[in-house]
C-alpha cells in the first residue's frame, strides 16, 4: 500500500488549499480514508474521514471538506479560512485490514 499526499505550501491566513492523496495497492472506495495532521510538538491529530460518511474534528467542522474520487482511487481535503494554528503536516491513513499512513504534506499558514 502507498499512499501520495500532496497540495501543502505556504498559505495566507483566510486562504483556502486542497490536498490530495493518491493511493495505490488499496481501494479508496473499500476503506476508510481519513487525514491526520501534527503540529511542531504536538501530537498527531484526526481531522476528517471518508467510507459511508464523512466526519471531522472540530477544529476543522465547517471550514474542511473530505472526498474522494474513486476512478482516481484519490483522496481530497479542502480546507477554507485557514488559520496559522492550522500549520502542520498532513498525513493521509487509510484504514482496512490494517493501518497504512503517507508521507506527509506540510502546509504553513503564515503571513
Known amino acids: 500500500v502507498q499512499l501520495q499526499a500532496s497540495g501543502g505550501g505556504l498559505v495566507q491566513p483566510g486562504g483556502s488549499l486542497r490536498l490530495s492523496c493518491a493511493a495505490s495497492g488499496i481501494s479508496v472506495s473499500r476503506s476508510y480514508m481519513n487525514w491526520y495532521r501534527q503540529a511542531p510538538g504536538k501530537q498527531r491529530e484526526f481531522i476528517a474521514g471518508i467510507s459511508s460518511f464523512t466526519n471531522y474534528a472540530d477544529s476543522v467542522k465547517g471550514r474542511s471538506t473530505i472526498s474522494r474520487d474513486n476512478a482516481k482511487n484519490a483522496v481530497y481535503l479542502e480546507m477554507n479560512n485557514l488559520k496559522p494554528e492550522d500549520t502542520a503536516v498532513y498525513y493521509c491513513?487509510?484504514?482496512?485490514?490494517?493501518?497504512?499512513w503517507g508521507q506527509g504534506t506540510l502546509v504553513t499558514v503564515s503571513s
Open positions: 491513513c487509510a484504514r482496512s485490514t490494517d493501518w497504512w
